[in-house]
C-alpha cells in the first residue's frame, strides 16, 4: 500500500499528516515505511529524528565529449531539446546542469566520440525512526533535476508494507513522479480563498493520473465555508480536518510530533487510515 | 529599473499575502506572478486581462499507430520510462506503442531513431500567459495546465515580458511574487534579480528550509533579506534564526505577527495593507522602507 500525502498550497500541513499517519501506525504493529519526496525541501526528518543508517550521492548521466574523436559535425546539438550540448564552429560545448539526461547525444554521435559520466545532483539518506524504516532526499544546491532524486527516493518502497509518500507542493513534474505510483493520494489543504484554488488544481492532476483521493483541510475553522463546498459539489470525500489550534503550531515549531503534544488524535489517525484503505479496497473491485 | 522576489523556501509562510501588500504600497511597479505552479496573487489583486497567449515550453512525441511496426526502438531508447506496447492495433501488428505525456520530457530521441518514421513531434501547449491591468499597475501572471511541465521557462518567459513592461511604461520596480523550494522554478524566478526577500516562520521547518533557499541566494550572488512571519508563534526560535541570519550576513527586515488578517484580507479580495491599518499594517509599512532602501 502507498499513500501519497500532497497539496497545491504549501504549508497546509502535508509534513504534519504524512509524518503522524506514518508513527501512528507504526506505534499500532504496522510496518510502516516514510519516504520524504520534498526533496527541496524535506522536514519529515525534524519530526521524526531518525537515526541514518546510509547515505548516497544520486547521480544523473551527462555527456563527456572526447575531443580527440569528435568531428564538429553538430548533430548531438542539433538533437538535443534542452541547449545542455551544442557545437560552435566545429567545437562542442556542453552545459551540465541544463540536461535531462535523455543519452540522445551519445546515440547520434556517429564517431562514438560522447560517453556518459555521473552528475551529483543530491543525497539519498535512509534509516530508522523508532522501528519505522525513513528515508529522504536532499537536492544539491542550484540542481533542478527534482524528479530523479524523487525516483532514488521511491526506491525504498516495499509493496507489502505501508509506505508514506510525503509530496512536494504544488502540481508539476516533482509532485507527478511522486504521486504516479500510490494507491491513494491524500491533498492537505485549508479553507481559504488561496487553499481552495490550489485544491482544484491539485484534484485536475490527480483526476488526470485517475488516482483515487481525498482531501484533509487543515484550520478548517479559519476562513471559509467554500473548500467544503467545493468537496461537496465536486463529490470529494473530506477525510479529515483539524482544528486551527496555538498547541498544534507551537508543538510544530518546536518540531514535535502531533500525536504526542495532543495524544486524542492517534486515534483520529488510525481512523484515517481505515478510512482510506476502504476507499481502497472499493476501487480495486 | 529594480527587480524585487519574495520567496519563502517553505510553503504556506505568507509570500502571497506580503507580496500582494508591497503591490499596495509601491508606487510606479509591474507585478510579476512567478508562482504559476499555484498561482495565487490574481485571487487578490483582480487583475483584468488584456492580452492573452498561449505557452509552448516544448514539443511532445506521439506515436502514429497506422505506421508503428511495433520493433520497440523508442521503448528501448526512452530514458523517461513514457513508451508502452499499449497502443492500438493496425494493419501489421496486433498491438502498438504509445507514449504517455505525462512522462515525456520531450527529449526527441524517439523519433530521432524510429525506423518507421512513425513519430510525430509537434509544439505541447503547457499554459497560458496573460498581461493585465489591476489596481495597483499592470500585471503579467500566467496559468500552467494541470500537470504540465516546463514551469521553469515559463517563469523565465514571465519574468522578460514583466521587465519589458517595465520599461515601456517607465516604472521603477519589478515585483515577483515566486514559487515555494528550491528547485527549476525557484531558480528561474530568481536569477539576475536585484534583492530577494525570504518569508520564513519561526518553527523548526522555516529555519531549516531557511537555510536551505539562503544557500541557494548565495550561490547564485543574489543579495538576500528575510521577513519571519507568524512571529509570535515562537519568539525564540525568531532569536536563533535572527542570529543565524546575522552569521551569514544576511537582515532580517520584519518580524510579522501572527494575524488573523492574513486569512480575512484573502476572503475580501484585500491586500493586507488595505484590510488592515493595525499593528500588521505598521509592521508591513516599516518593513517596505526598509527593502526600498536596500533596493538602493
Redesign the interface.
Known amino acids: 500500500m502507498k499513500i501519497a500525502v500532497a497539496s497545491g498550497k504549501g504549508g497546509t500541513g502535508k509534513t504534519t499528516i504524512a509524518t503522524n499517519l506514518a508513527v501512528s501506525l507504526s506505534r499500532n504493529g504496522r510496518n510502516v515505511r516514510y519516504l520524504d519526496c520534498d526533496a527541496e525541501e524535506p522536514n519529515g526528518h525534524i519530526f521524526l529524528k531518525p537515526e541514518i543508517t546510509k547515505a548516497e550521492d544520486v547521480t544523473v548521466g551527462v555527456p563527456e565529449v572526447d575531443q580527440e574523436a569528435c568531428s564538429g559535425c553538430g548533430r548531438c546539438g542539433d538533437l538535443c531539446q534542452y541547449g545542455a550540448i551544442t557545437c560552435v564552429k566545429g567545437k562542442v560545448l556542453l552545459f551540465e546542469q541544463l540536461c535531462h539526461s535523455c543519452g540522445g547525444c551519445m546515440a547520434i554521435c556517429p564517431e562514438g566520440a560522447i560517453a556518459e559520466k555521473q552528475r551529483k545532483i543530491g543525497t539519498a539518506e535512509s534509516g530508522h525512526s523508532n522501528g519505522m524504516f525513513f528515508s529522504h532526499g536532499l537536492l544539491d544546491t542550484g540542481a533542478i533535476q527534482t524528479p530523479a532524486l524523487i525516483k532514488h527516493v521511491k526506491k525504498g518502497i516495499v509493496e507489502d508494507e505501508m509506505n508514506i509518500l510525503d509530496v512536494p507542493p504544488g502540481t508539476s513534474c516533482p509532485v507527478i513522479e511522486a504521486v504516479k505510483d500510490a494507491d491513494f493520494v491524500l491533498l492537505a489543504t485549508e479553507p481559504t480563498p488561496f487553499g481552495l484554488n490550489d485544491l482544484v488544481l491539485a484534484v485536475g492532476m490527480v483526476r488526470r493520473l485517475d488516482k483515487s483521493f481525498g482531501v484533509a483541510i487543515n484550520r478548517c475553522d479559519i476562513g471559509d465555508q467554500e473548500v467544503l463546498r467545493y468537496c461537496r459539489e465536486e463529490d470529494i470525500e473530506v477525510l479529515f480536518q483539524i482544528p486551527n489550534d496555538r498547541k498544534i503550531a507551537e508543538a510544530y515549531s518546536r518540531g514535535e510530533m502531533m500525536v504526542d503534544a495532543l495524544p486524542e488524535y492517534e486515534k483520529k489517525f488510525l481512523q484515517l487510515n481505515d478510512k482510506i484503505e476502504n476507499m481502497v479496497k472499493t476501487d480495486e473491485e | 529599473m529594480k527587480e524585487l522576489v519574495v520567496i519563502?523556501?517553505?510553503?504556506?509562510?505568507g509570500k502571497?499575502s506580503i507580496a500582494a501588500a508591497f503591490a499596495s504600497l509601491a508606487s510606479k511597479a509591474v507585478i510579476a506572478d512567478c508562482d504559476v505552479?499555484?498561482?495565487?496573487l490574481h485571487?487578490v489583486l483582480e487583475p483584468a486581462i488584456k492580452e492573452e497567449s498561449d505557452f509552448s515550453g516544448?514539443?511532445e512525441a506521439a506515436i502514429i499507430p497506422d505506421r508503428c511496426t511495433a520493433c520497440g526502438k523508442c521503448a528501448e531508447?526512452c530514458?523517461?520510462d513514457a513508451i508502452t506496447l499499449d497502443g492500438p492495433a493496425n494493419e501489421g501488428v496486433g498491438k502498438t506503442y504509445v507514449v504517455d505525456p505525462?512522462?515525456c520530457?520531450?527529449?526527441?530521441?524517439c523519433v530521432?531513431?524510429c525506423p518507421a518514421d512513425a513519430i510525430s513531434f509537434e509544439p505541447a501547449v503547457n499554459g497560458k500567459w496573460f498581461v493585465s491591468d489591476t489596481r495597483f499597475g499592470p500585471m503579467v501572471h500566467a496559468k500552467?495546465g494541470?500537470?504540465?511541465?516546463n514551469?521553469?521557462k515559463l517563469v523565465t518567459l514571465i519574468r522578460k515580458k514583466a521587465k519589458e513592461l517595465a520599461e515601456q511604461e517607465n516604472k521603477e520596480l519589478l515585483l515577483c511574487d515566486g514559487?515555494?523550494?528550491?528547485?527549476?522554478?525557484?531558480?528561474a524566478s530568481i536569477v539576475g534579480a536585484d534583492l530577494v526577500l525570504i518569508v520564513t516562520?519561526?518553527?523548526?521547518?522555516?529555519r531549516?528550509?531557511l537555510e536551505?533557499?539562503a544557500?541557494?541566494t548565495a550561490?547564485?550572488g543574489i543579495k538576500a533579506l528575510i521577513c519571519i512571519n507568524?512571529a509570535d508563534?515562537?519568539p525564540e526560535?525568531c532569536d536563533i534564526i535572527e542570529s543565524e541570519a546575522r552569521q551569514n550576513g544576511l537582515k532580517v527586515v520584519g518580524r510579522i505577527p501572527y494575524d488573523?488578517a492574513f486569512?480575512k484580507a484573502?476572503?475580501m479580495?484585500a491586500t493586507l495593507t488595505e484590510y488592515t491599518s493595525g499593528a500588521t499594517g505598521g509592521k508591513l509599512k516599516a518593513m517596505w522602507r526598509e527593502i526600498i532602501y536596500e533596493l538602493g
Open positions: 519563502s523556501g517553505k510553503g504556506g509562510t502571497t505552479d499555484a498561482a495565487d485571487l516544448g514539443r531508447m530514458r523517461f505525462l512522462s520530457e520531450g527529449c526527441k530521441v530521432e531513431f500552467l494541470i500537470a504540465e511541465e514551469s521553469g514559487s515555494p523550494g528550491t528547485g527549476c522554478p525557484v531558480i516562520e519561526p518553527t523548526l521547518s522555516g531549516h528550509d536551505r533557499v544557500r541557494l550561490n547564485f507568524k508563534i515562537n526560535m488573523e486569512t484573502q476572503i479580495k
